[in-house]
């Protein structure tokens, strides 16, 4: 069985702080992929990253960053110096390698107050 | 710009009618997915195609949901004698990969909101 939580529902920071999105998730497969996508107020889902089960070298992308820990089976995401525009709604997910469909967690959402 | 496109944007709906939902993907979009996304949840699998053949629709929560895709390009989500507990946001999304283990991730649409009254 697959499953994603983010036990975080609300977050609220103040602009410029670092802001860490939690996601831990259960699977029995040996091989899938994890994802995080945002979905601003306007509805649509953004990728932001996939990863493969395979390689759980961090990654950085301008101020955000990302910590694959399989001991631990958290995939957290951690935005630096927090902009108003960051303000959404942030999803992990999670698929088996050959699936055909995505288990979303119940998403994050981040409010930046300026 | 050429993204994922769904029609209408919010519909409402009096229980016990059909609906029909409406996503174009991206042109050249072999995968279409559609997801259901309830208040305040995260979205859940619903179907899948691959061009116009319907490979996966194990999603789907009742026989009164119906999708297809005749040419393999626009799909329609069909909810017949709609129900309260249908009321949710309706996202299509596409991509270039055969399956979610491909290099193309998945393309989101902005969704249909349905309100059953």
């Known amino acids: 069985a697959q499953k994603v939580t983010q036990a975080q529902t609300e977050i609220s920071v103040v602009e410029k702080e670092d802001v860490t999105l939690d996601c831990v998730y259960e699977?029995?497969?040996?091989?899938?992929?994890l994802f995080w996508y945002k979905q601003p107020p306007s509805g649509e889902l953004v990728f932001l990253i996939r990863?493969?089960?395979?390689?759980?070298q961090n990654e950085i992308s301008g101020r955000y960053s990302w910590n694959f820990q399989k001991s631990t089976s958290s995939f957290n995401f951690t935005i630096t110096a927090s902009q108003v525009v960051d303000s959404a709604v942030y999803f992990c997910?999670?698929?088996?390698?050959?699936?055909?469909?995505?288990?979303f967690g119940t998403g994050t959402r981040l409010t930046v107050i300026p | 710009g050429a993204g994922v496109s769904q029609s209408p944007r919010y519909k409402v709906a009096k229980r016990g009618q059909d609906v029909a939902l409406r996503c174009d993907p991206i042109?050249?979009?072999?995968?279409l997915f559609w997801y259901q996304q309830a208040l305040g949840q995260g979205p859940e699998f619903l179907t899948y195609?691959?061009?116009?053949?319907?490979?996966?629709k194990s999603g789907l929560p009742s026989d009164r949901f119906f999708a297809e895709r005749p040419e393999g390009s626009v799909s329609t989500l069909k909810i017949q004698r709609t129900q309260q507990e249908d009321s949710a946001v309706y996202l299509c999304?596409?991509?270039?990969?055969?399956?979610?283990?491909?290099?193309?991730?998945?393309?989101f649409g902005n969704g249909t909101r349905l309100t059953v009254t």
């Open positions: 999304a596409s991509s270039l990969a055969y399956q979610q283990g491909g290099n193309s991730p998945l393309h």
């Open positions: 699977t029995r497969d040996t091989t899938y992929y």
């Open positions: 990863r493969n089960s395979f390689d759980e």
């Open positions: 997910a999670l698929s088996q390698t050959g699936a055909n469909n995505l288990f």
């Open positions: 042109s050249g979009h072999v995968s």
């Open positions: 195609f691959q061009n116009e053949a319907q490979l996966d």
